[in-house]
């Protein structure tokens, strides 16, 4: 598989979310492929207001991210659940990348992970309306990681039904 990007969907500065990106990059070494991560946290931070509009392509520090996203072949989102949807920051960031290269005709999966019981089951439909808006095509299975403090210890996820759905995933995008 080519250049596999996972992009950790949230600023926040104690994100679970990036935990199950490090796992998932972990499973798809696994899995005999490569995959890097793109994590939130490491936007900068007035790149809503630099790198964007009339200043996009302006921001340097958001160009390496842009330029990460528009040379990936295929992309692993991990969505948390924010009220019902996924992050803002997230639809900004996409907002900020080149249209429509970046994902017109690239394949991407999606992974929710929430506090509650939804597993970010809306978050998801709205990213996947995005995406296919953008030209990307969505991978169908989507796993929903709900409960999702009780499901790690530490760096890992150690609930064994979440890990199976990934490597199900994962060799789903592979083949994708
Ligand atoms: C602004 C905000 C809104 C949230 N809204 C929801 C929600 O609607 N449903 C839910 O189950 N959890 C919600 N959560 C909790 C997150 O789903 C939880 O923190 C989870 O770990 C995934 O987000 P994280 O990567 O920021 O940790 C919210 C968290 C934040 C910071």
Known sequence: MKNLLIISGTNRPDALSP??????ARLVV?????????????LPADFAFSAL????GKNPDFNVLRDRMAAADKFVFIVPEYNGSFPGVLKAFIDGLEFP???TGKKAALVGVSAGLLGSSHAM???????????????ARKPRLTKISAALAGDNIVEASYIDQLRKQIAELIAF
Request: glycine share 4%.
């Open 53 to 56: 509009y009339e200043n996009s």
């Open 19 to 24: 935990v199950i990106a490090q796992h998932y």
């Open 101 to 103: 290269a970046t994902f």
């Open 30 to 42: 696994e899995a005999g492929q490569q995959a890097e991560v793109i994590d939130l946290r490491d």
């Open 125 to 139: 439909s709205h990213l996947t309306d995005i995406l296919n808006y953008c030209g990307a095509h969505v991978l």
